[in-house]
T-cell receptor
Framework: GQQLNQSPQSMFIQEGEDVSMNCTSS?????WLWYKQDPGEGPVLLIA?????ELTSNGRLTAQFGITRKDSFLNISASIPSDVGIYFC???????????????FGQGTILTVHP | DAMVIQNPRYQVTQFGKPVTLSCSQT?????MYWYQQKSSQAPKLLFH???????NEADTPDNFQSRRPNTSFCFLDIRSPGLGDAAMYLC????????????????FGPGTRLTVT
């Protein structure tokens, strides 16, 4: 089945720094999503990507759908303390039918921001 | 605001004592998902309902069951909780059958943290 490898596993940065993380898949995806999870809460959808090469921003966050369709990238500019959390990439699980809508998740990137 | 609600947020149960977690949604989405998330791990899909159709993941233990009495509500039943079932349980929803891109945009509830003593 599909496997997503997300890196880095964790990041410790200073407030104001930019952050980059990425996700690679063992198979081609037609959709990439990025979620953020705060401690003790459910994941929140940040950005969804649907086309190879697509670059989409949400405030200080920018995500890209890789040209090979096997990777995606998330950048956070000018980090602030509330950016702390776990960032997950996700892509379709399965090949349609009753699998339509199902997601598989990367292992997550734990982000710590020092004031 | 439209949302996914999970109750309770924290649940403590005894080893072997049945427990039910609930999820409701005001998004009017036709698909509801249940995930198990253990500490520092990715959410793992247990099963989902596509309208009234139940779809179980191959590796979901028989100890886990689900009910969806109507569009808005979905329940997760753990028949005989073991210590290994302690985790965060997440409910999510999406709309499948409309715009293609909406199908994978899952919206999560805040989760229920289950402790087994």
């Amino acid at each position: 089945g599909q496997q997503l490898n997300q890196s880095p596993q964790s990041m410790f940065i200073q407030e104001g720094e930019d952050v980059s993380m990425n996700c690679t898949s063992s198979s081609i995806f037609n959709t990439w999503l990025w979620y953020k999870q705060d401690p003790g809460e459910g994941p929140v959808l940040l950005i969804a990507l649907y086309k190879a090469g697509e670059l989409t921003s949400n405030g200080r966050l920018t995500a890209q759908f890789g040209i090979t369709r096997k990777d995606s990238f998330l950048n956070i500019s000018a980090s602030i303390p509330s950016d702390v959390g776990i960032y997950f990439c996700a892509g379709p699980l399965g090949a349609g039918g009753t699998s339509y809508g199902k997601l598989t998740f990367g292992q997550g990137t734990i982000l710590t921001v020092h004031p | 605001d439209a949302m996914v609600i999970q109750n309770p947020r924290y649940q403590v149960t005894q080893f072997g004592k049945p427990v039910t977690l609930s999820c409701s949604q005001t998004l009017n989405h036709n698909v509801m998902y249940w995930y198990q998330q253990k500490s520092s791990q990715a959410p793992k899909l247990l099963f989902h309902y596509y309208d009234k159709d139940f779809n179980n993941e191959a590796d979901t233990p028989d100890n886990f069951q689900s009910r969806r009495p109507n569009t808005s509500f979905c329940f997760l039943d753990i028949r005989s909780p073991g210590l290994g079932d302690a985790a965060m349980y997440l409910c999510a929803t999406s709309r499948v059958g409309g715009k293609t891109r909406e199908a994978y945009e899952q919206y999560f509830g805040p989760g229920t943290r289950l402790t087994v003593t």
